[in-house]
């Protein structure tokens, strides 16, 4: 069955959310809900909004900008991935000569990472409507690429405070993206489970997102029901994905990734390749997430079933694959030493060459033969 709801008030399966963590955030969900964006902002006060959106989906934002009619201020079109300063510094441009009291963010990581970045500079606040499973319009993470690197944090008024999703707007993602982007969702889950720090929210909006991950990366990688059966549980379990994100801190597989992407590997892609194998490297200490997976999938071992299925639906499943020159491995394990973070076991830049190198072959990982061997102690 297809979903539909209101979540300041209750949840899907009709749970009160009213005195949860997430109070003040509208999610409005259901195929056709964008085209309630307008009303939607209308009934939060909000006067002046600047629409944000990548090149590729200028014109799907036409419907919103006529539903907007004179509150539509402004349509900024160049959000790109990585959220460039210049493009920042335009976007905020365009914001202040608008005087915008909202930006409302139509598309991925990409168009919600430039509309957060506005709001650091401006006193705006921040919609979204999301149109992958990046997950980034559940957070207060920003982040923001200079001639420095990439800097992130975190901050309250970059967290949209309403979003709304309709799976309709994911039927025209090309396959491998739904899979990868579903991948990075699947990513924040899994970290938040074994994380250090995470809210009971983003524990239990983890554990929620698991079956219907599952189920969505199985119906969209070999159809057999409906498409729109698989994009409602994809972009239902993105949502709550992107929930455990906001909810916790991220160890050894968003690390990894960010440093690999310094060398400029694609970002759904390369957290897709490597996140088997960070679960076969932390399943040993991650015994509750490990079982978790175990009961929402049906599997003996995640992380192998998890390489299987990849392997099954052609996706890639090395770093060699990306492309990665094995020459940059050694570089990648020492930045990541470097870069201190809180992982429920501790790595040596050996371990992470291991890691790297596992990753880079392809071998399939597994619980039984993990990248590395068991952890020598515990911190
Ligand atoms: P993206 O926004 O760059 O989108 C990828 C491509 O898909 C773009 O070319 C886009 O135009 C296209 N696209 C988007 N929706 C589409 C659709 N429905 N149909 C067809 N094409 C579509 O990538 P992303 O994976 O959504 O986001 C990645 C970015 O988000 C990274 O920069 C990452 O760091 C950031 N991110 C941030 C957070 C956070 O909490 N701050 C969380 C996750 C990701």
């Known amino acids: 069955m297809l979903r539909t709801f209101v979540s300041d008030t209750h949840d899907a399966a009709g749970r009160d959310l009213t005195e949860r963590a997430h109070r003040g955030v509208r999610v409005v969900f259901g195929w056709g809900a964008s085209e309630r964006a307008a009303a939607e902002l209308e009934r939060l006060g909000a006067a002046r909004v600047l629409?944000?959106?990548?090149?590729?989906?200028?014109?799907?934002?036409?419907?919103?900008?006529?539903?907007?009619?004179?509150?539509?201020?402004?349509?900024?079109?160049?959000a790109a991935s990585h959220v460039p300063q210049s493009v920042v510094d335009r976007a905020v441009d365009a914001a202040e000569r608008a005087r915008a009291d909202w930006v409302l963010a139509w598309g991925g990581g990409a168009a919600v990472g430039?509309?957060?970045?506005?709001?650091?500079?401006?006193?705006?606040?921040?919609?979204?409507?999301?149109?992958?499973y990046a997950g980034s319009e559940r957070t207060d993470i920003w982040g923001v690429s200079g001639a420095e690197g990439k800097r992130t944090g975190r901050d309250p008024r970059v967290r949209?405070?309403?979003?709304?999703?309709?799976?309709?707007?994911?039927?025209?993602?090309?396959?491998?993206?739904s899979l990868t982007s579903l991948l990075n969702a699947l990513a924040h889950s899994v970290e938040a489970l074994w994380s250090t720090a995470a809210t009971p929210r983003a524990l239990e909006a983890a554990r929620d997102s698991l079956a219907p991950l599952w189920r969505a990366l199985h119906g969209l990688s070999a159809p057999t029901?409906?498409?729109?059966?698989?994009?409602?549980?994809?972009?239902?379990?993105?949502?709550?994905?992107?929930?455990?994100?906001?909810?916790?801190?991220?160890?050894?597989?968003?690390?990894?990734?960010?440093?690999?992407?310094?060398l400029g590997t694609p970002h759904a892609l390369t957290h897709s390749v490597l996140l088997p194998y960070t679960m076969a490297t932390n399943g040993?200490?991650?015994?509750?997430?490990?079982?978790?997976?175990?009961?929402?999938?049906?599997?003996?071992?995640?992380?192998?079933?998890?390489?299987?299925?990849?392997?099954?639906?052609?996706?890639?499943?090395?770093?060699?694959?990306?492309?990665?020159?094995?020459?940059?491995?050694?570089?990648?394990?020492?930045?990541?030493?470097?870069?201190?973070?809180?992982?429920?076991?501790?790595?040596?830049?050996?371990?992470?060459?291991?890691?790297?190198?596992?990753a880079w072959r392809g071998d399939c990982p597994s619980l039984t033969h993990p990248p590395l061997g068991a952890p020598r102690s515990r911190p």
């Open 51 to 78: 629409v944000v959106t990548t090149a590729g989906r200028a014109e799907d934002v036409a419907g919103l900008r006529r539903a907007l009619a004179e509150r539509c201020v402004g349509t900024f079109t160049e």
């Open 114 to 132: 430039v509309a957060k970045a506005v709001a650091l500079a401006r006193p705006v606040r921040v919609a979204a409507v999301p149109t992958t």
């Open 160 to 177: 949209p405070t309403l979003v709304v999703y309709d799976p309709a707007l994911t039927l025209t993602l090309p396959r491998t993206l």
């Open 225 to 262: 029901a409906p498409e729109q059966e698989a994009r409602d549980d994809a972009l239902f379990a993105a949502a709550l994905a992107g929930e455990a994100l906001h909810g916790a801190t991220m160890a050894l597989h968003h690390k990894l990734a960010h440093v690999l992407g310094g």
């Open 284 to 358: 040993s200490v991650a015994p509750a997430a490990m079982a978790a997976l175990r009961e929402a999938w049906q599997v003996d071992d995640p992380p192998a079933a998890l390489w299987r299925w990849m392997h099954a639906s052609g996706l890639p499943t090395s770093l060699r694959g990306l492309p990665l020159a094995q020459g940059d491995l050694a570089w990648a394990a020492r930045r990541a030493t470097e870069q201190r973070y809180p992982n429920p076991r501790p790595l040596t830049e050996a371990d992470y060459g291991a890691l790297l190198t596992a």
